[in-house]
């Protein structure tokens, strides 16, 4: 099937679809051969297309899922303890798919689950500062414990960043962080004096878990992930 060319270099990352059109007007754009200078051209992946002498290879679709993880699974490949590992549980047609970050072995709920490399580097980075959020059961509160995790903390010399953390009730809170660090939160709320006794996700930036049932899988559309890439 024939696209515009502009939507065709968008595919292929080298540039957003205005950015390609303005390419395109300034002559750098060449389609077998021949230069092209209006955004009305149509082309496929028969096309020989290059912008400023760079032949473009169209890039393999990003898919980006969203899988509830139950409780006592392994985010890995293979586990040297023999643990169940979410690739046990997930259906054939998606083992081949790699994790964003990682839940630990009792922490349920929300795993995004992509085919790109390079989409997961984005995800995960610090600075990227993604919110995830989490629904934590704690033993006990201790208000002014939880005050210190809101400013931001550092435990046996490891930063970790400020928290948002609402109460929702009883002893269950409602916590935000951008960083995603190893065990963040339980070593967090430890050492303030709330051990945490469950730890569910519900978000990872604007994609939620919703009612997506323990151990299933749900296709994120592309209209979220573009979204997604673009806050990044």
């Known amino acids: 099937m024939k696209i515009r060319i502009a939507k065709f270099i968008a595919d292929t990352g080298t540039s957003s679809r205005r950015e390609a059109e303005k390419l395109i007007e300034s002559g750098a754009v060449v389609v077998n051969g021949e230069k092209i200078t209006t955004p009305v051209f149509f082309v496929d992946d028969n096309d020989k297309i290059s912008v400023n002498g760079k032949i473009l290879t169209k890039r393999k679709e990003c898919l980006l899922y969203a899988f509830h993880k139950p409780i006592n699974v392994m985010t ?10 979410i690739y046990d549980i997930l259906p054939k047609d998606f083992k081949q798919l790699k994790y964003v970050g990682r839940l630990d072995y009792k922490t349920t709920g ?7 490399g390079n989409l997961i ?7 990227s500062k993604i919110p995830r959020t989490y629904i934590a059961t704690v033993e006990k509160l201790n208000k002014n414990g939880l005050e210190k995790a809101k400013k931001g903390i550092t435990i046996s010399g490891i ?10 009730h009883d002893n269950v809170l409602k916590i935000e962080v951008t960083e ?3 065990n963040e ?9 709330c051990p945490v006794t469950k730890l569910h996700r519900i978000s990872f930036g604007e994609i939620k878990l919703g009612n997506l049932s323990v151990g299933k899988i749900r296709k994120i559309s592309q209209k979220t992930i573009d979204a997604l890439i673009k806050s990044l």
């Open 76 to 85: 890995t490949s293979k586990d040297p303890d023999g643990r169940t590992t």
């Open 110 to 116: 929300l795993l995004l689950l992509t085919n790109d």
């Open 121 to 127: 580097k984005k995800l995960t980075l610090p600075s």
């Open 159 to 168: 930063s970790y960043r400020p928290m948002k953390i609402e109460i929702l």
């Open 180 to 182: 995603g660090k190893k």
């Open 185 to 193: 939160i339980r070593i967090v709320l430890r050492h303030c004096g």
